[in-house]
């Protein structure tokens, strides 16, 4: 049985982090961005999240995803329960709508390397500079705008812009 709770209105990065800890915090999720033709493009990447909801990741500045994002800043990412045998158990997965960006100043450079290498438990190996100016390997922020949750075939809208009011409280599934 699944029951969804009201809650007094939290932040939704507070909502989307806790959404991120039932799905036991996984390493990947799917970054779907357009590119100026029209043409949909998503690819998995190693990612953190900050207390805030907001995701951080690293990737070649000529892959095709990061050419998106610098000329739209349109992104959608999908983040999942992982392992999940074929046609057995319950599906979960959040979902969220925002912008994303390419990192350029050295201070919150710094500070996502610290959120991403932090994630496994380690220490940046180098510095924030090597991720700048004339660097083939850039940090990247997404800021959520909207965000869901699908659990057992029903879609939870979780919160627009900055503000939530619900979430699922699973009673039943321990496994999540």
Not at 35 to 59: H, K, R
Not at 93 to 99: A, F
Not at 146 to 156: C, G, L, Q, T
Request: charged letters at 25%; aromatic letters at 10%.
């Amino acid at each position: 049985m699944n029951k969804i709770e009201s809650l007094d209105k939290k932040p939704l990065g507070e909502c989307i982090v806790n959404q991120l800890e039932r799905l036991k915090n996984p390493l990947y999720c799917t970054v779907a961005t357009v590119d100026n033709d029209g043409y949909p493009w998503s690819c998995p990447v190693y990612f953190a999240q900050d207390s805030e909801g907001n995701i951080y990741w690293t990737s070649a500045i000529d892959t095709q995803h990061s050419i998106n994002i610098n000329n739209s800043g349109k992104v959608f990412i999908s983040i999942f329960k992982e392992n999940i045998p074929e046609g057995g158990g319950d599906s979960f997965g959040l979902y969220m709508r925002g912008s994303a960006r390419q990192l350029e100043d050295i201070t919150e450079i710094a500070a996502a390397r610290i959120v991403t290498c932090g994630k496994l438990g380690k220490e940046p190996k180098l510095p924030a500079e090597a991720f700048a100016q004339d660097s083939l390997d850039r940090v990247y922020k997404f800021t959520p705008e909207s965000a869901w949750v699908n659990y057992s075939k029903s879609k939870i809208d979780i919160g627009t812009t900055s503000r939530c009011d619900m979430r699922v409280n699973i009673q039943d599934d321990q496994t999540l």
